[in-house]
């Protein structure tokens, strides 16, 4: 009796989900975290394009500082040159949150650091403002950034542990 092909394996139970390695829920956690850069500076730069065009509606997530500079261009420097000094000051602030959430992806905890001493800046500005909403989506958004920072933490220990290149992201395997 020959046979020819792989000896077989059980299937896996339908209850079991597959298990999912530590370094890859780390990793997704990482992104996570990242990820909400990312969104801040996205959201950011439709709250000043939705201001710039007259529209009295905005995102909580917003950055304050982007706010700020909106009226800035608009109140103190007037006209088409205020609207075009606004935006540049909001691309460079947006810029700044996207390259963290870039580096951040990749597991440097100076950039969790930095985009959370910035989005707790920020959140200082709202409390000062007194926009209690958006206060509350900075301290949610600090949360998960806070999350991403940890799991980064964690992620640099178990590549050390298991001398993983740092760009190498592990498979998920099953039970």
């Given at each position: 009796m020959s046979t020819s092909g792989p000896p077989s394996t059980p299937p896996p139970s339908p209850t079991s989900p597959p298990t999912v390695s530590p370094m890859a829920k780390h990793t997704q956690l990482v992104r996570s975290g990242a990820n909400w850069f990312i969104w801040i500076a996205g959201l950011s730069l439709v709250n000043s394009v939705l201001f710039i065009t007259g529209s009295h509606w905005s995102f909580f997530l917003g950055l304050a500082a982007t706010q700020v500079s909106d009226e800035f261009g608009k109140v103190i420097i007037t006209g088409t040159t205020g609207v075009a000094v606004?935006?540049?000051?909001?691309?460079?602030?947006?810029?700044?949150?996207?390259?963290?959430?870039?580096?951040?992806?990749?597991?440097?905890?100076?950039?969790?650091?930095?985009?959370?001493?910035?989005?707790?800046?920020?959140?200082?500005?709202?409390?000062w403002v007194q926009d209690w909403a958006a206060v509350a989506f900075h301290a949610l958004a600090l949360f998960f950034v806070f999350r991403g920072f940890q799991a980064a933490r964690q992620l640099a220990g178990l590549r050390t542990s298991a001398a993983l290149p740092p760009g190498m992201v592990p498979p998920i395997t099953p039970r």
């Open positions: 606004a935006l540049a000051i909001d691309a460079v602030i947006a810029a700044i949150f996207v390259g963290l959430g870039l580096m951040s992806r990749s597991g440097a905890l100076w950039s969790f650091i930095v985009g959370m001493v910035l989005i707790v800046l920020d959140a200082l500005l709202l409390v």
